[in-house]
């Protein structure tokens, strides 16, 4: 069964700084992997998606790798801005048959200091 | 596109009283997604329909829930009796091709 792991639970940054949420699941085996925020009483907002034949994803500030071999994702914020804070979830969809399920993370609390 | 329409946003009821949660897809999305979120087990999957017909019940918690998806633009998840540990938040997500999923507001449910 594919469990995803989210390193560390909080983390609380001052303004400006670059950072990195990781991520990293047990079965490598995977068909994509996406990342997520997920504003506090709101939905989940789709960040980067990464094809598990893909290496990263660039959006603006963000930029996503995945390592499959090791089972490891990071999600890198460049220049953090207190609007950035939110909580990040990463989720993993397996590779087999029609399978369309995501395998959450439990999330990564971002709060970015003014 | 308005995105995933859910409702309602909120959710409040006795324990033992029927529950009907409400989605909207994204028009033209093939697949849609039932989601609860609770702090204890984090996003769950418990249902996920493709062209109106559900493909992965597994994740339904007990025979207490069921979901239906009349047409495509339209789904259901209903509690039938609810019980205070069905408290949660309910997401919705639709996907065009099964892969990048686009999730709704939520309904945040109580059941006291």
């Known amino acids: 069964k594919q469990e995803v792991t989210q390193i560390p639970a909080a983390l609380s940054v001052p303004e400006g700084e670059n950072l990195v949420l990781n991520c990293s699941f047990t079965d490598s085996a995977i068909y994509n992997l996406q990342w997520f925020r997920q504003d506090p009483g709101k939905g989940l907002t789709s960040l980067l998606l990464?094809?598990?034949?893909?290496r990263e994803q660039t959006s603006g500030r963000l930029n996503a790798s995945l390592d499959k071999s090791s089972g490891r994702s990071t999600l890198y914020i460049a220049a953090s801005q207190p609007g950035d804070s939110a909580t990040y979830l990463c989720?993993?969809?397996?590779?087999?048959?029609?399978?369309?399920?995501?395998?959450f993370g439990s999330g990564t609390q971002l709060t970015v200091l003014p | 596109d308005a995105g995933v329409i859910q409702s309602p946003r909120h959710e409040v009821t006795e324990m033992g009283q029927e529950v009907t949660l409400r989605c909207k897809p994204i028009s033209g999305h093939d697949y849609l997604f039932w989601y609860r979120q609770t702090m204890m087990r984090g996003l769950e999957l418990l249902i996920y329909?493709?062209?109106?017909?559900?493909?992965?019940d597994s994740g339904m918690p007990e025979d207490r829930f069921s979901a239906k998806m009349p047409n495509a633009s339209f789904s259901t998840l209903k509690i039938q009796p609810s019980e205070p540990r069905d408290s949660a938040v309910y997401f919705c997500a639709s996907s065009l091709t099964g892969s990048e999923q686009y999730f709704g507001p939520g309904t945040r449910l109580t059941v006291t």
């Open positions: 329909f493709n062209n109106n017909v559900p493909i992965d």
């Open positions: 990464i094809q598990s034949s893909q």
């Open positions: 989720a993993v969809r397996m590779f087999s048959g029609s399978a369309r399920q995501l395998t």
